[in-house]
């Protein structure tokens, strides 16, 4: 198991998939739609890694 | 035991919509995926009541046929991708680290990510109803159908990133669910003792790591054309036509296990209980499903015996096909011998163990008259073949569900489930199922095609589709009585105890329904081996890697694949000759150099030395850096020549191939930078080192495929 999780909740997960649902539903629509999703993505892969260094 | 809640439980509660969002406990992930799962099961049955109320009768204009053929497209991905499989995957969610004695999955965020990609690509794909272009294309959305001249609007585009999204949460739902089982399994739990419904979703991982890969390259492809004009699929630039259908079936026949072996493994769970006397055959029923599944990687192309692939194929893919319905039937014989001479219990949950063998058994004799190529030949898009799979999937996957949900509906609630209404559900289910299902080998045999909005009025046909059409009304009737019985069950049923079937599995040994941590002390079955096994000494962390990396071998394989198909297939415009192989060998070497460098670093880590460490590892990324600047001035070179994706096969295949790898290359940077700036553990840097090593690889063979095949 990832070391330290136990007991904890964690919002990234949602925000990573539900960024890259958005960067893809901008490949049907608009790619505006798109960069809105990569910044989300990023921000989601920045705050699940420090969590994961958060708790260790 | 029923309020036996602990406060630490009561707080997580109070937590409301906000636990539900950021939970990461398997049991609530469990739960997500099947409360997810029922809802599509409702609306996938509402387009199936749509389209059986068009058939009711000969000549009906009920539905357009456009309307129909989203009807039939949504309603078989839907119930594949977002019914069964999540039903599964939720019961594998919230019953294998309990019936293992593990306390989470092993990668618990990693599992709650897996279940919000199910969600937003069921979302993203359901959209296209509100877009109004909903995908209408099939479930295996053949090519070239899909692609740009044929499909001009978003629809195939829905119905392919849509999938994509879920299909990365099932891949690392199986990377999750291999891991737990190999890792996390209680003291003195060894491969004999594991329980089969775990031994059978261990193997269902495998399969969603190896075959899904090849389903999601095909979706990549075909987005690629429609998007930046590649041309995989594309028959005026002389794409191959059979592609798509040896990618998509690559994945589509082991599907058809994903879905089979876990309701494999809640037969073996339930049938002995019910029984009261142990499993007949245990070792064989596991072997079994082992054989299954490596058999059902082989056999894909028995879907294709329509179009001419030459009788040596033919002939090989037919008698593999024939070959896999040997282990299923040795687990039939051994839920028949387990029952035979056992004290028999009949609940719902053995009612529908029962039903699950005739059902099952005919889907699957049914299914081996396909692997007979003169029979597959007459009866290939025929009803024929929608009764088969129905009864493949219906009768098995759903039916044993049923007996799951009568079976562990105490142990996640802690009460029963109404009986008396539960058999009054059972026979409306089993008699609405053949009323609905059985008339359509009938109608096939007669010669009615699969996906035709209507149909003329020859003899018999009217009669049973609307046979047909009760049957399905039925079957709803029966859905909505097991909905209101679970409803009140939940609330007033009977408590039912610890261990109300007296199970023999470690889920019975805890509370009804589990604490948080599901078991008050860590169960233990045997004694702790000193030492440590050679797999035992790779973290968990570096173990799913290792796994992903098996994962990325057969998304690598499809790509490759493609470039060897289109290599040379292009009638004119660029070719492999147009490479630089000289100049992409220098830059390939700093690739190279790097996985020596990245050992090197490793070792001074396990000496403590953290600035060796450091040096090697920035040395590391350096030469992948080099790499990538390299691989991006090719590109310019071939931009400036006027070579881009969109000239031909070969470019298309090309720039695919070496781009995604690209990207890996990329993902490892970020990696390795990553682990350089945060605080970091042993394991995270031997886990980053195995991708980094695994991208190398890779790029072994494609230099090779690519650029040093030129030279031969």
Redesign the interface.
Known sequence: MEPGLTGHGSIWPLTIALAVTIVLFGVVTTLVFSAFGLCLLAAGIVGWVRELSHHG | MIGARTA?REHELDLGL??W????DHKDIGLLYIGTSIVFFFLGGVESLLMRWQLARPRNDFLDPGTYNALFTMHGTTMIFLVAMPLLLGAANYFVPLMIG?????????N??S???L???A??LN?SFL?GSPPDVGWFAYSPLTEQPFSLG?AP??WA?GL??TG??SIATGLNLVVTVVK?RAPGMTPLRIPVFVWMSFITGLLLLWALPSLTASQVML?LDR?LGSHFFDPRAGADQLLWQHLFWFFGHPEVYILALPAFGMMSEIVPVFSRKPLFGYPFVVASGVAIAFLSLSVWAHHMFAVQMGPIADAAFGAASALIAVPTGIKVLSWLATMWGGRLWLTPAMMYCCAFIVTFTMGGITGVHFAMVPVDLQLTDSYYVVGHFHYVIVGGTIMASLAAVYYWFPKITGRLLDERVGHWQFWLTFVGFNATFFPMHILGLAGMPRRVYTYPDLPGWGFWNAVETVGAFGLLAAMLLLAWNIWRSARYGVAAGNNPWGGKTLEWTTTSPPP??NFAAPPVLGPVRNGVSRLGAIS??TFGVLVFISSEVFFFGSLIAAYVDYRTRSPSGPGPGDLDVGRTALFSLALFASSATIYLAERRLERDDLRGFRLWWLATMSLGVIFIVGQGTEYARLYADGISIDRNLFTSAFFTLTGFHGLHVIIGLVALA?LLT????HNAARAVSAYWHFVDGVWVVVFSVVYLWNLV
């Open positions: 630490e906000l636990r969002l950021t939970t990461t593990a306390r989470d999955m092993a990668f618990p965020r990693l709650a990510l279940y919000w990609l969600l937003f690509g979302l993203l959209w877009a978003t585009d829905y990133l994509l999204v990365a949460g996390l987005e998007h948080p941590h968990t962390t990553t945060t605080r970091f553990t």
